[in-house]
């Protein structure tokens, strides 16, 4: 993950004092867990998810819905406070180590 990270330009998420690791985050009110939650230069959020396989639709899918889910949290969960600022966006990257047909057309 480290070097992932540096590859991207990311660092771990700033998350409050005392509150649970970048790696897997659970937005507040679901049973979902991202693989790693990071912040880019700018400060806006990165969930990675990882996927040993193609992760193809629903690896998308589930990528998008935890971006959702961070965008809709930001304001009300006391970990994500550091990011409330309008001007912060929240992006995924599905990391994968098979460049499959059906990954690349989701």
Same mark, same amino acid.
């Given at each position: 993950?480290?070097?992932l990270? @540096?590859q991207?330009? %990311?660092?771990p998420?700033r =998350? ?6 970048h790696? +897997?985050? @659970? ?14 230069? #700018?400060?806006? /959020?990165?969930? =990675? +998810?990882?996927?040993?396989?193609g992760? +193809?639709?629903?690896?998308v899918?589930? /990528? %998008?819905? &935890? *971006?959702?889910? %961070?965008?809709? @949290?930001?304001?009300? #969960?006391e970990? $994500?406070?550091h990011y409330?600022?309008?001007? $912060?966006e *929240? &992006?995924? *990257?599905l *990391?994968?180590g098979?460049?499959d047909?059906?990954t690349?057309?989701?």
């Amino acid at each position: 993950l480290p070097a992932l990270m @540096s590859q991207l330009d %990311l660092r771990p998420a700033r =998350l409050a004092a005392g509150k649970k690791s970048h790696t +897997e985050f @659970s937005p507040d009110g679901t049973r979902d867990r991202l693989d790693a939650l990071c912040e880019d230069r #700018d400060g806006n /959020l990165v969930a =990675l +998810e990882f996927k040993v396989e193609g992760g +193809e639709r629903r690896g998308v899918e589930q /990528l %998008l819905r &935890y *971006v959702h889910q %961070l965008a809709s @949290s930001r304001g009300t #969960d006391e970990r $994500l406070a550091h990011y409330r600022g309008d001007s $912060l966006e *929240v &992006y995924g *990257v599905l *990391v994968t180590g098979v460049a499959d047909q059906a990954t690349r057309e989701a």
